[in-house]
């Protein structure tokens, strides 16, 4: 099954609900970063929430940027979603490798740390974005995400996020769901998620078993009847180009591209989202410099 993303709502309109099954964009991610298992994870994790999160803006070029800084070996983990759910994503460092924890786990939270932030940037194209940001709990990013949205947006959440990585570091299963009460719920409600939620399970397990993300929500949410409102496909989907690449040469500025030009002879641009290499040879670079002259 190709990555998909539902969402939906139960019947009595206290519960929205979105979930992703993200196997392939995350192995995409592993292939494009060559990361070790507990890096995996983590940038599996964070871009299964982020993918959830983009999805529900829906104005086109919007996109949601999820930064986590736990101050842990694996350094900052970055993840972008446009308004239709595709995601692109990094982490500082990429060949982490860290012990299992006592349960058998990777050590999500060992490697992103917990002292630190998680900040959410929503970018709908007016003046400024959005920004909000909470301390890190644990660094297991799904409980942090779950506290974000109680403390910066006042939603109650929950959060499942899970990525199962073969003994060939290879993506078994990825993914996860959120779960949102409306403004009404009662007590009742609460209870009922969070019975629903317990009696799950881990989302990898669900995932493993059954990859089809609907069927996600209604093993997490089977105390309730469910409507599903849209289901749509999403990718690893990176929007560099060698336009964009040209743009950030050109802000340099003229004294540094030349010195470029004298000490290299050429420039090589790697986007650090995906695995697109731009080289600009020594006439591009000439060609780069008369126009930042001409504009003077």
Avoid: W
Wanted: with cysteine.
């Amino acid at each position: 099954m190709s990555d998909r993303i539902v969402r939906a709502i139960t019947k009595d309109g206290m519960v929205k609900a979105a979930a992703v099954s993200t196997r392939a964009l995350t192995e995409r991610a592993r292939q494009i970063h060559k990361t070790l298992p507990v890096a995996t994870a983590a940038l599996g994790r964070s871009l299964a929430a982020v993918s959830m999160m983009g999805n529900a803006l829906k104005e086109d070029g919007a996109s949601v940027t999820l930064r986590i800084q736990g101050g842990g070996p694996l350094g900052n983990v970055l993840a972008v979603s446009d308004s239709q759910g595709n995601v692109r994503g990094t982490v500082g460092n990429p060949a982490l490798d860290l012990p299992l924890r006592p349960d058998g786990k990777l050590d999500v939270g060992g490697a992103v740390g917990c002292n630190g932030t998680l900040t959410v940037i929503r970018d709908l194209h007016m003046k400024e974005p959005y920004i909000g940001s909470v301390a890190l709990l644990g660094g297991e990013i799904a409980e942090d995400l779950a506290a974000y949205f109680v403390e910066s947006e006042q939603i109650p959440t929950a959060c499942g996020l899970g990525v199962l990585v073969d003994r060939d570091q290879s993506v078994l299963a990825a993914g996860g769901y959120l779960i949102q009460l409306l403004p009404g719920a009662k007590e009742d409600t609460i209870a009922r998620v969070e019975g629903g939620v317990l009696a799950a399970g881990p989302v990898t397990g669900l995932l493993a078993e059954d990859a089809d993300p609907a069927s996600l929500l209604r093993r997490v949410l089977s105390d309730f009847q469910l409507e599903i409102l849209e289901e749509s496909p999403i990718a690893y989907r990176c929007d560099c180009s060698r336009e964009r690449m040209e743009r950030a040469l050109i802000s340099l500025g003229p004294e540094e591209l030349q010195t470029m030009l004298d000490e290299q002879g050429q420039a090589e641009l790697t986007c650090r989202f995906c695995d697109n290499i731009q080289v600009f040879t020594r006439r591009d670079l000439e060609a780069l410099l008369k126009g930042m002259q001409k504009k003077r």
